[in-house]
């Protein structure tokens, strides 16, 4: 079964530390791939996604992901973090060519940021 | 305008109650989508509606039961819920170009359900 992984449950940072959120996937076959951050009491939101093309994709906000195929990654990162970014972040996944969108997400990385 | 909009934000009720779930979105979208969000876990997939039919079915109880009235409403019809279906109820759209598409999910800000 297609499976998201995310390994960093919670990651704690001081403002202006670099960000890196790693995301792997399992299914061998084409994805798509999306980060989507859920800030405290809002919706999930998207960051940005990845269809095709450049493996390196920018999203909103000044996060950057990149797709590194031959190791079904696809992690998310940021130069310079700000406390506005204290929120969960997930990473979803789902099959190309498939009939209907069925994401399925990593478990979510806590992400505090200390002023 | 990327907005889902969802009612109500809080629902409590009772193991025999009936309530339902609203969501509308009008971005022209026509697959729609209920996820099931428990505390501390990411959204796992309910339905998936598309051309207002149903088109997933992830095996979910059938004390929930999805409609599409039309192609900007989406409810999720609740009878003799369980506690352990307390959880923040996702709804979501998407253009729904069909296979090979380039879909992106937009998600409302969901309804936190709680049964008594």
């Known amino acids: 079964a297609q499976s998201v992984s995310q390994h960093n449950h919670h990651v704690i940072l001081s403002e202006a530390a670099s960000l890196e959120l790693g995301c792997n996937y399992s299914y061998g076959g084409t994805v798509n791939l999306f980060w989507y951050v859920q800030y405290p009491g809002q919706h999930l939101q998207l960051l940005l996604k990845?269809?095709?093309?450049?493996?390196l994709v920018k999203g909103i906000k000044g996060f950057e992901a990149e797709f590194i195929k031959s190791k079904f990654s696809f992690n998310l990162r940021k130069p310079s973090v700000q406390w506005s970014d204290t929120a969960e972040y997930f990473c979803a996944v789902n099959k190309k060519n498939t009939g209907f969108q069925k994401l399925v997400f990593g478990t979510g990385t806590r992400l505090l940021v200390s002023p | 305008d990327t907005e889902v909009t969802q009612t109500p934000k809080h629902l409590v009720m009772g193991m025999t109650n009936k309530k339902s779930l609203k969501c509308e979105q009008h971005?022209?979208?026509?697959?729609m989508y209920w996820y099931k969000q428990k505390a501390k876990k990411p959204p796992e997939l309910m339905f998936v509606y598309s051309y207002e039919k149903l088109s997933i079915n992830e095996s979910v109880p059938s004390r929930f039961s999805p409609e599409c009235p039309n192609s900007s409403l989406l409810n999720l019809h609740l009878h003799a819920l369980q506690p352990e279906d307390s959880a923040l109820y996702l709804c979501?759209?998407?253009?729904?170009?069909?296979?090979?598409?380039?879909?992106?999910?937009?998600f409302g800000p969901g309804t936190r359900l709680t049964v008594l």
């Open positions: 979501a759209s998407s253009e729904g170009r069909g296979p090979g598409a380039t879909d992106t999910q937009y």
């Open positions: 971005m022209g979208h026509r697959a």
């Open positions: 990845y269809f095709s093309g450049d493996p």
